[in-house]
C-alpha cells in the first residue's frame, strides 16, 4: 500500500503512533510510506523514518513549498494548523506512477488489516471516504452550494484516485475555489473537497473512520435505529479510530472510551516510549471505555462525553 500523511514539527510524536499502528497491522506485506510537511526538523525527521525502518517499509520525504499556501484561510482560533491542506497537493507532489493513495490523519489509530478498504475499486470516482453521520454543520449544503442527498464526508481518511484527480487536474481546481470562496470554508481542505467532489466520493462503511463524534448520543441514537448490530460492532472494534476532535487521547481531560489504543501504540514507538498515562488516568480510562460499553448494551444516556452539548 501506499500511505500518505502530513505533518508539522508538533504532530510527529502522532504521525509516528499512527504509522507504528499501520504497519503493525500489515506485516504480510511491505508498503510506502509518503510523508509531506515544511521544514520539518531533522531530528523529527529522522524519528518518523525510523518507525517505517524498523518495519522494513520505504520512506519518501515531500518539502512542501509554503508559498503555495499563504492563501489557504486558517485562523489562529483554529484547532489545525496548515498542513491540513497538505493532502490538496498530493496529485502533483506525488510520483506519476502512483494511480492510487490512502491519505491518512495523524490523530488516527488502525487496530485492524486496511487491505479489504485498500481493494474498493474506484473507478468513476475521484476518492472514497466515510460520511459525518449527521456530525457537520447543518447549514453545510446552502453554504457549499449543493443537494443535501450527497452528504459531508469527513477528509481524515481518504483512498485517493490519483489518476482521477490528475485527469480533471483537481490541485489547480481547489486553489481557484478556495481564492474565490474563502469565506465560505468552515472546514478548511474538507470543504474544498465535498463542494468539489460530493458526486464523486464513493462513500464506504463507518468501519473506515470512527470519529470521536460517533460515541455521542446523538449520532449513536440515530445509528442505532438504522442498525444497532453494525453500530455495537464498530464502535465497540474500531478498526480506524479518528480522534478527530477536542481533547486528545494525549491531552488529560480526554474522556474517549478507547484513549488507551493511543498509549498501546505509542508505546512501540522508541522515540516515545516513556510517554504514559499515569495509574490513576489508566484506571479512568478503563472504566470510561466499560462503562461506554454498558450505556449502548443498556440503551440509555451517559456522562457529559456521549451528550454532546
Known sequence: MDIVCSTDNNYVQHCCCMLVSFLENSKEDRHSIHVLSEELKPEY?????????????????????????????????????????????????????LKRVLYLDCDIVIDGSLKELWDTPLTGYALAAVEELGSSAQDVYERLGYDAKYGYFNAGVLLVNLEYWRKKDLTEIFFQYMASHSDKLRAHDQDVLNALLHDKCLH?????NVEEAFYHYYII????????????????????????????????SCRHPFRLKYF???????????????????????YDKFYFKLLINLGVKGHRFYTLE
Request: positive net charge; aromatic residues 14%; proline residues 5%.
Open 204 to 208: 464506504i462503511s463507518q468501519k473506515w
Open 45 to 97: 525527521l529522522k524519528q518518523i523514518k525510523d518507525v517505517v525502518d524498523s518495519y522494513k517499509g520505504q520512506f519518501f520525504y515531500y518539502a512542501v513549498n509554503p508559498d503555495c499556501l499563504k492563501f489557504c484561510p486558517v485562523k489562529a482560533t483554529d484547532h489545525l494548523s496548515i498542513a491540513t491542506y497538505y493532502r490538496l497537493l498530493i496529485a502533483n507532489l506525488l510520483p506519476q506512477n
Open 264 to 286: 498501546e501504540y505509542l508505546g512501540k514507538v522508541v522515540a516515545f516510549s516513556d510517554k504514559k498515562l499515569s495509574l490513576g488516568e489508566r484506571m479512568m480510562a478503563h
Open 221 to 252: 441514537k440515530k445509528w442505532r435505529k438504522r442498525d444497532k448490530n453494525e453500530m455495537k460492532s464498530i464502535l465497540f472494534h474500531p478498526l480506524i479510530l479518528h480522534y478527530s476532535w477536542k481533547p486528545k487521547p494525549w491531552e488529560k
